[in-house]
């Protein structure tokens, strides 16, 4: 959960360093339209982590396979 939330901080304003990063590499694509290429990634992982909030025996089942 931590590493979905973190990872939704690198992609989002104001920090945004991946999406920076892209930029950096591709110098001829303006910074908006990067930021409008994430928004389908960044719904994903929201409807990603209400569904793991919802349902918490999805995030426990793999440590409770390996007790």
Do not use: C, H, S
């Not at 920076?20 to 303006?30: A, K, R, W, Y």
């Amino acid at each position: 959960m931590i590493v979905i939330v973190v990872e939704m901080g690198m992609i989002t304003p104001p920090v945004g360093m991946n999406v920076f990063v892209i930029v950096g590499m591709v110098p001829d694509v303006p910074t908006y339209t990067v930021f409008r290429g994430i928004i389908p990634f960044l719904i994903a992982e929201i409807i990603q982590i209400a569904i793991l909030t919802a349902f918490p025996a999805i995030v426990l089942w793999l440590p409770q396979t390996f007790k």
